[in-house]
């Protein structure tokens, strides 16, 4: 009995299977990528503008969470077809899809290594966050390079298959572990994700405060004169429900206040993420805070102002 030519089951599961096995790996290397970020962080020249809150992993592990059971589901009913009928293997699908996926795994170990050796010719520096995702990129690859080729050659066994899923399984769930080890459980990150607002409202305060110095000449009493400009900036803080701190401590100096959740994160202070640009070249120092009620002093440079017209 020759190989059937199509078969409409046997496309959609092929095609199914391999993408939530490309979504399944996207997810994987984008995890560990954050991870290895977050605890390696580059330091690099120059300004580093807006703070951000510890970075989030929550779209990769519900990926990995939801689209990884798929993955198995669509292999395991694959595998079951190919048992009844063996030759159904050999359909063009599926062979089209393994050598494409065959080929993008050598396309990345080549890429991998050529990066590695030119950052090594060139004289850069070879970091260990660069190693690790280097690393990364090479294992994966290669571990799906070898199991598809094994694929191709028909020397996988049943048992080999479930071997290498639940090694699969294993360091999957070893990554998520990792990650929220590493940058903190869900509500974690859900406190980091207000702290971060607050940030993010305390600038845009802190704007039209510098915009009202431009345009008057002179600090405003309190909030609701700052956003007389244009319109109201927020100013209030969507956590706790309450306004954001605003204290004028004499004609040029003032404060503003929030109550945090967490501490800033260590490794971003380090970074520098504290120096945040504004209009006008005016400096802020939004960023490292510890947890609990704090406020950032400012301080207006008349000189970085042109005198309002009368």
């Not at 090594?120 to 199991?147: H, I, M, P």
């Not at 009493?221 to 400009?229: K, M, P, V």
């Amino acid at each position: 009995m020759e190989p059937k030519k199509f078969n409409s089951k046997d496309f959609f599961l092929n095609l199914g299977a391999i993408v939530a096995l490309y979504a399944v790996v996207v997810s994987l290397v984008n995890l560990l990528f954050t991870i290895i970020n977050y605890s390696y962080p580059k330091v690099v020249e120059g300004y580093n503008y807006y703070y951000s809150a510890s970075p989030s992993i929550s779209w990769p592990v519900a990926s990995l969470i939801v689209v990884f059971p798929i993955l198995i589901l669509l292999m395991w009913v694959l595998e079951r077809e190919y048992k009844s009928n063996p030759k159904d293997r050999n359909t063009g699908i599926h062979k089209a899809l393994t050598f494409v996926t065959l080929f993008i795994a050598g396309l990345v170990i080549a890429g991998d290594l050529v990066t590695v050796l030119y950052y090594f010719l060139d004289g850069q520096e070879l970091t260990v966050g660069f190693l690790l995702k280097v690393l990364v990129l090479l294992v994966v690859s290669g571990a799906l390079f070898v199991y598809y080729l094994s694929d191709i050659r028909g020397t996988l066994t049943s048992k080999s298959r479930k071997v290498w899923r639940v090694v699969t399984g294993v360091v999957i769930l070893g990554s998520i572990v990792w990650g929220f080890s590493v940058l903190g459980s869900p509500a974690t990150q859900r406190l980091y994700k207000y702290d971060n607002q607050k940030i993010s409202n305390l600038q845009e305060i802190n704007n039209y405060i510098q915009n009202f110095y431009s345009q008057n000449g002179k600090l405003p009493e309190n909030l609701t004169e700052a956003g007389s400009l244009d319109y109201m900036p927020n100013v209030i803080d969507q956590q706790t429900k309450k306004p954001y701190e605003y204290v004028r401590k004499d004609a040029l100096n003032y404060s503003l206040c929030a109550e945090f959740n967490k501490a800033s994160d260590s490794r971003m202070d380090k970074l520098g993420s504290t120096a945040v640009m504004y209009p006008y070249g005016g400096p802020g120092i939004f960023g490292a805070h510890p947890a609990g009620r704090y406020c950032f002093e400012q301080k207006i440079n008349p000189n970085m102002f042109a005198k309002p017209l009368r």
